[in-house]
């Protein structure tokens, strides 16, 4: 009686634990989302203002950048900062001025048309901003 009341019982118990170990939406069918490293020149910085939630801002005049932002070389570019942003000052930078050299990281969907990139890229906010400081001559 015992074992049968067991065998019941596991019977019952591990398949509800497999099932909740399976991914809630299988597929990934959409468009990825990739990140985009834009290395350029830091200026017009506003940081998020947490009192009155207002989001901030960074525009980068954009020098080089990795395979997904490659259209975006030469642009000036303005994104959104906001709580989510994290914020690295390298080399004893104290605050991001003008003319500082840095990179921006942006989250994006990977499948953007050349002709809306730059458009569209500027609406996402900046996940992370990385400040060298001045230009090294």
């Known amino acids: 009686m015992k074992k049968a009341l067991i065998l019941v019982f596991a019977a019952l118990v591990i398949p509800s634990v497999a099932l909740a ?77 003008n003319g500082d050299v840095g990179m921006v990281k942006v989250r994006a969907p990977k499948k953007i048309a050349p002709a809306d990139l730059v458009a569209q890229i500027q609406t996402y906010s900046a996940r992370k901003i990385i400040d060298h400081g001045a230009p090294k001559s």
């Open 21 to 97: 170990s399976k991914p809630a939406a299988p597929g990934g069918k959409g468009n990825p989302i990739v990140t985009y490293k834009l290395h350029g020149t830091l200026s017009n910085f506003t940081a998020y203002d947490s009192t009155t939630p207002a989001n901030g801002s960074i525009t980068i005049l954009v020098s080089h950048a990795n395979r997904h932002g490659k259209g975006l070389t030469g642009q000036t570019l303005t994104f959104p900062v906001d709580a989510n942003t994290k914020i690295v000052l390298n080399d004893g930078v104290t605050a991001i001025t």
